[in-house]
C-alpha cells in the first residue's frame, strides 16, 4: 500500500511538473542551431519532408526504397507486418499451401538481438523506451540483458500506464529506484491530445496519430487527455544530454528505442532536424502504418531511411516491422 501511495503522490507531482513545463511560454531554449523545421501540423502530413532538401526523391535509393515499401503492404488495412502474415496465412490455406516467406514481413525478435558497441568508455548506459504499453515488456528485456543500463520507460495512456506501474516485475525494478516510469509520449513539439475509450478499447495499442485536441465529440465520449512531449527537450530534462556554458552539447544517449505506433516519425524527424541524433549511439524502432497518415507514409519512411542515413547505417530492417540503425562511428 505505502508503495503505491508514493507511486500515485509520484505521478501527480510528476504531472503537475511536466504540465507546469507545457504551460510555460518559454519552454526550454531550442537544443541546437539547426534548420528551422517548418511544419509541425500533422494534419498537412502529406506535404511534410517530401519536398525538404533533406530528402532527395529523385535519388536512387528513394525509388528502391517506396517500390519496395508499397509493394510489401498492397493491402490497405493492414498496418504491420504481422498482419500482412495472418492475411496472406489465411489466403494460401485455402489451397493448403504455407506461407514460406514470412522472415520478409516481420522481424520481431531482432529488437533483442545484442545491441554491438552498446556502451561506451565511460560505462554509463541510458535507454529510452516510448510506448511502453502495459507491460514494458521491451524495457524488462533490455535491464535484464544489460545489467549497467537505466531504462526510462514513457507511456502516455493513463489505462495503460496504471496497469504498467502495477505490475510485479515493474514494481520491483520501481524500488531499484535505478529506472524510472513516465506517464508521457514523445513527438516533435510540446502538445496535449484527446482521446476516447474508444480509442483505447480498438486495438492493443494506441495510435496517437492524426488525434488533437478538443476534435468534435458527437457521441459525447469520455475524453482523455494525453501529454505528449519534445523529444528534443527530453533529453535534455532526463540529463542525457546536457549543455556547456558555450552551448556546446555533451553526454550521449545510448540507444532510443520506440515503439509508438506512428510517433517515429515525428520523434525521428525531430532529432534529425535539430541535430541531437547524433548523441544517440543507437536508433532502434519498430515502423507503423497509422491510418491517418497511411497514404503518405511510405514517403514519410523512405525520407526518413535517407536523413537518418546521414548519420547511422542500418544493421538490419524490414519496413512496417522492426530496424536498428548503429552511429556510423560504432559500426
Ligand atoms: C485453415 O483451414 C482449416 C480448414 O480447412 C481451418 O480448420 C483452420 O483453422 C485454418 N487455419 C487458419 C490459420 O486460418
Ligand atoms: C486441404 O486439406 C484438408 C485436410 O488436410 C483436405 O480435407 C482438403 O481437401 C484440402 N484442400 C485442398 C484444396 O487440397
Ligand atoms: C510471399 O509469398 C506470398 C504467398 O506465396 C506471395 O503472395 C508474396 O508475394 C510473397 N512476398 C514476397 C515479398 O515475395
Ligand atoms: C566549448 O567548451 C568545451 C568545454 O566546455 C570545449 O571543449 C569546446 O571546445 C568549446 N567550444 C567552442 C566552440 O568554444
Not at 41 to 50: G, S, V
Not at 124 to 147: H, M, P, R
Not at 222 to 228: H, R, S, V
Not at 236 to 259: C, D, P, R
Amino acid at each position: 500500500m505505502r508503495i503505491r501511495t508514493v507511486i500515485y503522490l509520484c505521478s501527480i507531482v510528476a504531472s503537475l511538473w511536466i504540465l507546469s513545463r507545457l504551460f510555460t511560454s518559454n519552454p526550454s531554449p531550442s537544443p541546437i542551431l539547426s534548420p528551422v523545421y517548418v511544419d509541425n501540423d500533422r494534419h498537412i502530413e502529406e506535404k511534410r519532408d517530401i519536398d525538404s532538401s533533406s530528402c532527395d526523391i529523385s535519388m536512387d535509393s528513394y525509388k528502391k526504397c517506396y517500390k519496395y515499401t508499397t509493394d510489401l503492404l498492397p493491402y490497405e488495412s493492414v498496418s504491420i507486418g504481422i498482419e500482412t502474415i495472418l492475411f496472406l496465412k489465411k489466403q494460401l490455406n485455402i489451397t493448403n499451401e504455407t506461407l514460406v516467406n514470412a522472415s520478409l514481413y516481420w522481424n520481431q525478435d531482432d529488437r533483442f538481438k545484442p545491441f554491438k558497441n552498446f556502451i561506451g568508455s565511460t560505462n554509463k548506459c541510458e535507454v529510452l523506451y516510448c510506448g511502453a504499453n502495459d507491460a514494458g515488456t521491451d524495457g524488462l528485456e533490455f535491464i535484464s540483458q544489460y545489467a549497467n543500463c537505466q531504462v526510462w520507460f514513457l507511456e502516455p495512456v493513463a489505462q495503460f500506464y496504471d496497469k504498467l506501474i502495477h505490475s510485479q516485475a515493474i514494481l520491483e525494478k520501481l524500488q531499484t529506484g535505478k529506472h524510472h516510469f513516465y506517464q508521457i509520449g514523445v513527438s516533435n513539439k510540446n502538445d496535449l491530445i484527446d482521446i476516447t475509450l474508444q480509442d483505447i478499447k480498438e486495438a492493443q495499442a494506441v495510435t496517437l496519430i492524426g488525434k488533437q485536441q478538443n476534435k468534435e465529440n458527437p457521441m459525447n465520449e469520455m475524453k482523455y487527455k494525453l501529454i505528449l512531449r519534445d523529444a528534443a527537450e527530453i533529453l535534455f530534462e532526463f540529463h542525457m544530454l546536457s549543455k556547456t556554458i558555450n552551448q556546446t552539447v555533451i553526454g550521449e544517449l545510448n540507444l532510443i528505442h520506440l515503439n509508438c505506433e506512428g510517433c517515429e516519425y515525428d520523434v525521428i524527424e525531430r532529432l534529425i532536424k535539430t541535430n541531437l541524433i547524433q548523441y544517440i549511439r543507437i536508433v532502434q524502432f519498430g515502423s507503423h502504418r497509422p491510418s491517418a497518415i497511411r497514404s503518405s507514409v511510405s514517403q514519410r519512411y523512405c525520407c526518413l531511411q535517407q536523413m537518418l542515413s546521414a548519420t547511422h547505417q542500418l544493421e538490419f530492417g524490414i519496413p512496417w516491422a522492426w530496424e536498428r540503425w548503429l552511429r556510423k562511428d560504432l559500426f
